[in-house]
């Protein structure tokens, strides 16, 4: 399955200056239970804001770049295509980590969204998810976590 995971603040708003405007460890633990032991597909931006492998997943960056530098524990794909095929014969899921043109370029393959809704707007954000993302999607779980922060399970609505 292709799980797309992002939190996100009430005004769409994902990130600002190549970094999360925000800090919640609830969120970041949350995160790294979830997404523990599977494959988490990330951006070559996003890759740079992290800065490192995340541990106990298989780390995929996407990019088409010969200049990138990556570690050797990760794993370089040049299309979507290609994360496709792989996402096919691993065991668990595959999930979109960002950034917003990452979850873009695979809106029309996502199976599943997992989305923090944080509890506030930022007014000087520059990266945003638009606000129709989640229109094909219909809500299936809500988990509630500590400083107003909820996580919404949205599976995309069968045709």
């Not at 992290?50 to 990019?63: A, D, E, F, H, W």
């Amino acid at each position: 399955m292709i799980i797309g995971i992002v939190a996100i603040s009430q005004n769409f708003a994902i990130g600002r200056r190549g970094k999360l405007p925000w800090h919640y460890s609830g969120d970041l633990k949350f995160f790294k239970r979830t997404t523990l032991g599977q494959v988490v597909v990330m951006g070559s931006a996003t890759w740079r804001s992290i800065g490192k492998p995340l541990p106990g997943r298989l780390n995929v960056v996407l990019s088409r770049s010969d200049q990138l530098e990556l570690l050797p524990e990760v794993i370089k794909l040049s299309n979507k295509a290609s994360v496709i095929e792989l996402s096919k014969y691993i065991k668990g899921n595959t999930f979109l980590i960002g950034g917003a043109k990452t979850y873009d370029h695979f809106a029309d393959v996502i199976d599943q969204w997992i989305v923090t809704d944080i509890p506030l707007a930022i007014p000087d954000a520059n990266t945003f998810m638009p606000a129709s993302f989640l229109d094909d999607f219909v809500e299936v779980g809500r988990e509630h976590l500590d400083e107003g922060l909820i996580i919404r399970t949205m599976r995309r609505r069968a045709e």
